[in-house]
């Protein structure tokens, strides 16, 4: 797939990283078409230039977007189909997609799994809609939307099969304060991506249930362990450092950061909350809860072997296991 400096943006979602993203874009003087479905979000951003309900103090450029509650109109204007919605809504977001998807890459920023289908977010639009593999890629990295938003200094990684596509995207993306790598791993990256928030839950686990810095920091160490066999073993890439940014970066902010949906949910549940009333409490998804099961469940499938935090955060959130018990166990057996 060659993509070129006119290939247009569409954005899917309007959450605070699709927003974030789509100021990205914006900044860089590129017109974005944008799928709302929130009929205030819409107006808003229409007329006011802002998200009311997302980083609503981000400034939009309204003269640049054409924003539109048709998926089909949204998408067939666009070259670069850029996913930012939740997994658990990208299927609601693309309800009704059938105009043509010849010519069109799919750019997922999602770090999770289609729940019900238990699959990967590029699985999926592969599969469903038929898009080759050339045509699919990722953006991933330690990137809270609050920070990007607001200029912090942040990286992030764009991962296509071709390498070329990567850097076209990447200086289109990225900015002074938002340094843009590229890559070719983008199976790799995208199971990083999906491994780090079920971690980031056992983070938040360990966090509620009293223990400290000294603990999670080998909790980490350990998890990225984990990460790195599951990689390793499933998606072998020569040259792969998991000591970069969408690996090890990305699972180290997600582990520790207050802007953290993952580590927000285990730390609710660490402290006493049934796993019922802490997803009740959060007000965004924490994506590592679906994770945890479609990975169990891809797992087995496969017949690959748990691994031990993962398969930890998996009984607690999903089978009852008490995480006092459960932690005390990784404590004494799993950890070094």
């Not at 802002?50 to 509650?69: F, G, H, R, T």
């Not at 189909?81 to 939740?86: F, G, Q, R, V």
């Not at 679906?290 to 993962?310: K, T």
Request: charge should be negative; proline fraction near 3%.
């Amino acid at each position: 797939m060659a993509l070129d400096s006119s290939s247009r943006f569409s954005v899917i979602g309007y959450g605070s990283w699709a927003t974030t993203l789509v100021g990205q874009l914006l900044g860089k003087g590129i017109r974005v078409n944008w799928l709302i479905l929130n009929p205030e979000v819409s107006d808003c951003v229409v007329n006011e230039g802002y998200n009311p309900k997302y980083v609503p103090e981000l400034e939009l450029d309204k003269s640049q977007l054409d924003v539109s509650a048709d998926v089909n109109e949204v998408v067939s204007k666009g070259d670069i189909i850029l996913l930012a919605a939740p997994s658990a809504y990208l299927k609601k977001s693309l309800e009704g997609l059938d105009c043509s998807l010849e010519g069109k890459f799919f750019l997922s920023a999602i770090k999770g799994i289609v729940p019900d289908e238990c699959t990967t977010v590029l699985d999926f639009i592969r599969d469903r809609y038929g898009v080759r593999q050339e045509c699919l890629g990722l953006v991933s990295g330690p990137t809270h939307a609050e920070e990007v938003s607001r200029g912090r200094l942040s990286f992030l990684t764009v991962a296509c099969p071709s390498e070329d596509d990567a850097a076209l995207i990447a200086s289109r993306i990225g900015s002074e304060s938002l340094r843009v790598s590229v890559s070719t791993d983008v199976r790799g990256i995208e199971f990083a991506s999906i491994l780090k928030n079920i971690y980031a839950l056992g983070a938040g686990i360990a966090s509620g249930l009293g223990y400290g810095d000294n603990f999670l920091a080998v909790l980490a160490a350990a998890s990225a362990g984990e990460m790195s066999s599951f990689l390793n073993k499933c998606f072998p890439y020569e040259g792969r450092d998991l000591s970069r940014c969408p690996y090890l970066g990305d699972l180290l902010v997600t582990c520790y950061s207050n802007y953290s949906r993952n580590r927000r949910l285990g730390v609710l549940i660490g402290r006493g909350c049934s796993v019922k009333s802490a997803l009740n409490e959060m007000t965004m998804i924490a994506e590592g809860y679906f994770s945890a099961e479609c990975m169990h469940r891809l797992e087995e499938r496969e017949g690959i072997a748990a691994q031990p935090i993962e398969n930890a955060v998996y009984r607690i959130l999903y089978e009852g296991a008490r995480p006092r018990k459960t932690f005390d166990y990784l404590a004494k057996n799993i950890l070094k």
